[in-house]
């Protein structure tokens, strides 16, 4: 559908959780149609139209505007029962898709028509005919009914758990309350935002935004300290029990499927080819930059005895606990780089900052952004924007993107880009950004701004959602194909090194009171901050990667294995012990959700857009032929081929880790 030359999908949201129950309604009757006619065909009715293509493009498959209708809600409506319902629809769906990897009777037809398919195939059409079946293997129809059975239920429990644990974490509205002189050293403009006028105290969330801002800003050590605190032990509802019971059912699923555990399964295909090849690559990594890390820490610790004003050393508590270490990175890019955040953030006005960034994507990706007005489409919040993504050569429309920016109750807590429709006949891809930007006022009169930090959030979160809006085809990026788990984070992380690029921040930025850009010097300090604690980071990326893996491979079978597990490896990987009680494990949403056994894909992907990033974009102007040779050549293809060659041919040459050790600061060659 059209308004003046600007299309806007044709989705329309549920206002109310009878409105989601009549659209999950629908898909359930049209995907048991669909089923059922494909086993009603005879052997010589069937084609690749109407069997491959049709269970291609299912029902229950983002293929279908009426899935996302029915359970994208659940992550940003104000509605707690629409939430609820779309909660309740997203686990219904899941089952659903489940049960039709295991009818039996449609695996049959599909085999009977790669049996006797006389039609020559393409090589996506053989693609997805592979698929298919390949899906159906992995869902169990090779086992024997009990154990199919058993199989189906443990499916369940899994859904079910995932849901539980999700809910826990949208519906939790912890708060903490401070005193202003408590949240010395926050920003102002900050306090004052949250500070009820009855009482006179500071009212913060447990969530991000707000935790983050209070963990890298506040002076106050038993601050930092209680909010870290409630954080990691005392939030979430019991989330730690959920996920151990979550992790066993996943192990049992595996090893009833035939493989030694969940992450064997998950890795399948992946770039690293199996847990222990997994593991190597974090041990290796670890090996290489401990020394570094090490030295970092050092650092680290003496800028926390001179923030204590202790001439003694002895005299000084220089040990390092898990809520110092945001907080003196955000001092030491103070310190060494001249930092100012708050300075930087009067740079950064919200909505001219979105309109920049969009230009310099338009340039990358050679596309137009063209907004739809507010008024000519279906929103969940007044605050959501609408962006049509057009081809800037051939003016025909790729896609749409929505920004959800700015934070509130019963939101997703996490940035993130959720895919509402993929590429299917007359469906264009459409993507969501969901951030949760807490914005600071600056300027008079008051302006919406963002921390640096928010803007390499959004351009990640863009570059996932260009790599779905770019991947040509029918059905490409759906389950039938997906890219590798260790790849998926790649076209996100090289465009976050945007981010920190001179030119760019000068380009995005616009002060709130001249109107200027700013300063060239200042942006120099941004870039260069960009390699403060690079080491710390990594470490604590590879404790992340390794708690997710070993819950995939060895699953703890009570809290207490989990709470021993994590702060183990904690301690083991990055130095700082664990707090008694503390679980990072209540919060963990790329484990239990998209990310399962495959955390470490950040750090993988990183050597793949470090590689990409300083062999051609970092030597080529914007609009040039690296970025129509990086749309054709790695986004076009979607799921569909070999990643490592998709990569290949666009470098010119076998991927290599040099780039990657750069982009960490591990050597400034």
């Known amino acids: 559908m059209c308004h003046d030359t600007i299309c806007v999908p044709t989705v329309a949201w549920p206002k109310s959780a009878q409105g989601v129950k009549a659209r999950l309604d629908c898909i359930i009757k049209d995907t048991m149609a669909a089923w059922d006619e494909i086993v009603a065909m005879q052997e010589g009715e069937m084609t690749y139209d109407n069997v491959v293509a049709r269970l291609s493009g299912i029902s229950t498959y983002k293929t279908n505007p009426l899935v996302c209708e029915a359970k994208f809600l659940q992550h940003c409506s104000s509605d707690a029962s629409i939430r609820a319902a779309s909660s309740k629809a997203g686990a219904v769906l899941k089952l659903l898709r489940r049960r039709g990897r295991m009818r039996e009777d449609v695996f049959k037809k599909v085999l009977c028509y790669k049996r006797t398919a006389a039609e020559p195939l393409t090589r996506t059409q053989q693609h997805f005919l592979d698929s298919i079946l390949n899906d159906f293997r992995r869902c169990g129809l090779q086992l024997c009914p009990q154990d199919r059975q058993r199989l189906e239920a443990v499916q369940r429990e899994e859904a079910h758990l ?13 708060t903490m309350n401070f005193t202003p002189e408590e949240l010395t050293g926050v920003n102002p403009a900050f306090v004052e935002s949250h500070t009820n006028p009855a009482d006179g105290r500071v009212h913060i969330s447990t969530k991000n935004p707000d935790a983050a801002a209070l963990l890298t800003q506040c002076d106050v050590e038993a601050t930092r300290r209680a909010m870290a605190s409630a954080r990691e032990a005392a939030t979430c509802g019991n989330n730690v029990e959920v996920l151990v019971s979550l992790v066993n059912r996943r192990h049992e699923a595996a090893q009833l499927l035939g493989y030694k555990n969940y992450a064997t399964y998950t890795c399948n295909g992946s770039m690293a080819g199996g847990p222990e090849q997994v593991l190597a690559f974090l041990q290796e990594l670890e090996e290489k930059v401990k020394g570094a890390a090490q030295r970092e820490y050092a650092k ?74 507010s008024d000519r489409f279906d929103m969940w919040h007044d605050s959501v924007r609408l962006f049509a993504v057009m081809d800037r050569t051939t003016d025909a429309l790729m896609g749409h993107i929505y920004l959800d920016l700015l934070p509130r109750h019963g939101k997703h807590p996490h940035s993130g880009v959720f895919y509402l429709c993929k590429r299917y006949k007359h469906v264009t891809p459409i993507a969501v950004v969901l951030t949760n930007i807490s914005s600071d006022a600056s300027g008079d009169p008051p302006v919406k701004c963002m921390r640096h930090k928010d803007l390499v959030t959004i351009f990640h979160e863009l570059g996932h959602a260009m790599h779905g809006i770019c991947a040509e085809g029918d059905a490409n990026m759906t389950r039938l194909a997906k890219c590798p788990r260790d790849f998926m984070e790649t076209p996100s992380q090289m465009m976050e090194n945007l981010a920190w690029d001179q030119t760019v921040l000068q380009k995005v930025s ?107 974009f970092a030597r080529a102007q914007e609009g040039s032929a690296a970025g129509r040779d990086y749309r054709t050549y790695v986004l076009a293809p979607g799921g569909i081929g070999c990643a490592n060659e998709r990569v290949a041919k666009f470098l010119g040459r076998p991927l290599n880790s040099t780039n990657f050790l750069r982009s960490r600061g591990m050597t400034r060659g």
């Open 300 to 373: 680290l610790a003496e800028l926390k005895r001179k923030l204590q004003g202790a001439a003694d050393s002895d005299a000084a508590d220089t040990t390092l606990h898990a809520w110092d270490i945001p907080y003196l990175t955000s001092k030491l890019a103070e310190s060494e780089c001249g930092l100012n955040h708050d300075t930087i953030s009067s740079y950064l006005p919200l909505d001219h900052v979105i309109t920049a960034s969009l230009a310099v994507f338009e340039d990358i990706y050679h596309v137009r952004f063209l907004e739809v007005p």
């Open 510 to 616: 616009k002060h709130v009171g001249t109107g200027e850009p700013l300063p060239q010097d200042m942006a120099a300090q941004i870039e260069a901050s960009r390699f403060i604690n690079a080491s710390v980071e990594t470490l604590n990326h590879i404790f992340l990667s390794y708690v997710d893996l070993k819950l995939h491979t060895d699953p703890p079978r009570t809290v207490e294995e989990a709470e021993a597990m994590v702060a183990e490896a904690r301690l083991r990987i990055t130095g700082i012990r664990n707090p008694p009680g503390w679980n990072l494990l209540r919060n963990f949403l790329h484990t239990v959700n998209h990310y399962p056994s495959a955390y470490y894909s950040y750090l993988w992907s990183e050597v793949v857009s470090a590689d990409m990033f300083y062999s051609r």
């Open 162 to 174: 995932c849901q539980l644990y999700n809910s826990n974490i949208s519906e939790d509205a912890a």
